[in-house]
């Protein structure tokens, strides 16, 4: 059984959601995997917040690096987006995070920092609208490889978002807000990166898939 103080959010594809949410246990949630920075016009193929909500989802991520890197999103478009899912009332998971030659380069900090800003930039520094809003941190170099950021690569990550936040938000939202890790996310390596103070949860990909991730829910 999944332990009932950790609060789980399924995100599932668009043409399933309605199906998924009448699976679900009713402590858990849904969330869309994407949708569009704006609720109507002629975005042929696009998925609305307003169409997530109408299937019962409460959730919406954003930024996911598949959107940003296989599809183009701008840092600037994930911001939109963000505003748009916020203001329509969904809470959002914002993915974050830097390519291979990026952390090799010493960038980490400065992609981080500025896919964070294209979103202040939006919606600005109140603490209402950010307090609806999860940050996931994913290395991409970490997403389906095998690969995993070192519990000390994670933490170290983790700090500087906040640290980032109490800066440019609050210093109560950064207290308050969760940071989740995502990137290869599995049984073996969860406890270990659970326990670390700046790590407040994982976004799960394949491992979300297998009973495993039971274990995964309970080592928070």
């Known amino acids: 059984h999944a332990n009932q103080q950790v609060e789980v959010v399924v995100g599932a594809p668009a043409a399933y959601l ?3 949410g009448s699976l679900l246990p009713p402590t858990w949630f849904l969330a869309g995997q994407n949708c569009y920075k704006v609720n109507s016009g002629a975005f042929t193929g696009e998925t609305s917040a307003t169409m997530l909500k109408d299937v019962g989802a409460k959730w919406v991520i954003l930024g996911h690096s598949e959107r940003r890197h296989v599809f183009g999103e701008s840092d600037s478009l994930v911001g ?3 505003q748009c ?3 329509s ?3 959002v998971i914002l993915c974050i995070g830097e390519k291979l030659d990026e952390r090799e380069a010493g960038k980490t ?3 981080n920092k500025r896919q964070l800003e294209a979103v202040r930039a939006v919606i600005g520094q109140d603490a209402k609208a950010w307090g609806e809003i999860v940050i996931a941190y994913e290395p991409v170099w970490a997403i389906g490889t095998g690969k995993t950021a070192s519990p000390s690569e994670a933490q170290e990550a983790h700090v500087k978002v906040r640290r980032w936040v109490k800066d440019s938000i609050g210093a109560d939202v950064a207290n308050s807000i969760r940071i989740i890790y995502g990137g290869s996310v599995n049984e073996g390596n969860c406890k270990e990166l659970a326990k670390l103070g700046d790590i407040d949860g994982f976004l799960v990909g394949g491992a979300s898939l297998k009973k495993d991730f039971i274990s ?3 080592s928070q």
Do not use: F, Q, R
């Open 18 to 20: 309605d199906y998924t």
């Open 80 to 82: 939109e987006k963000v």
């Open 85 to 87: 899912a916020l203001t």
């Open 89 to 91: 009332g969904l809470k």
């Open 109 to 111: 900090d400065e992609v």
């Open 216 to 218: 995964i829910v309970n």
